[in-house]
């Protein structure tokens, strides 16, 4: 009969090296991969680079935000769209620096990797009320947060009004 220190040293040591050796193998595999095949290998794991990013179906817009509408002549309004630029580039509320991840022109920085390209024609398609949900209770699965806490309405919609002015074709 063995010692119990010698079961130990023999079969619990030796499986916990077994899983590491393969846990290892397993992740050197991986890594290979993503550095390999980053379009194939990020969407694997739920993440993705942007550029072969799949369609979805937008969210439904809540009851209480599908009714909102920004306010009339709002977005030609020069001290609204004033006002909207202080916001989005943070410097009228420290609390809220959308280019930080949406860049300056609207085409996300690297830390906003992921986020619309608010550039993008498609996303200027996007209703006023989508966009308000949005900023206000943020983007579900992404570091969007929401800035209802942040931001009195009228602040979003000037945010908004401003953020429309990226996706306007300059023809």
């Known amino acids: 009969m063995r010692s119990q220190?010698?079961?130990?040293?023999?079969?619990?040591?030796?499986?916990?090296r077994q899983i590491l050796r393969r846990g290892i193998a397993v992740t050197s595999v991986v890594m290979a991969m993503a550095m390999l095949y980053p379009n194939e290998a990020f969407p694997l794991f739920g993440l993705s680079e942007g550029e072969n990013k799949p369609q979805e179906s937008s969210p439904a817009i809540p009851p209480e935000y599908r009714d909102k509408h920004m306010p009339k002549g709002w977005r030609t309004d020069p001290k609204v769209l004033a006002t909207g630029k202080a916001i989005y580039e943070g410097t009228a509320n420290a609390d809220v620096n959308c280019a930080g991840c949406h860049g300056i022109d609207g085409k996300p920085t690297r830390k906003g990797r992921g986020a619309p390209?608010?550039?993008?024609?498609?996303?200027?398609?996007?209703?006023?009320?989508?966009?308000?949900?949005?900023?206000?209770?943020?983007?579900?699965?992404?570091?969007?947060?929401?800035h209802a806490r942040h931001l009195t309405e009228q602040q979003r919609w000037q945010v908004i009004a401003y953020m429309r002015t990226f996706g306007q074709s300059t023809m």
């Open 117 to 146: 390209d608010l550039s993008d024609p498609q996303e200027a398609q996007k209703s006023d009320a989508m966009w308000f949900w949005e900023i206000s209770e943020g983007k579900r699965r992404t570091k969007m947060q929401g």
């Open 5 to 16: 220190s010698t079961f130990f040293h023999d079969v619990v040591l030796e499986n916990s």
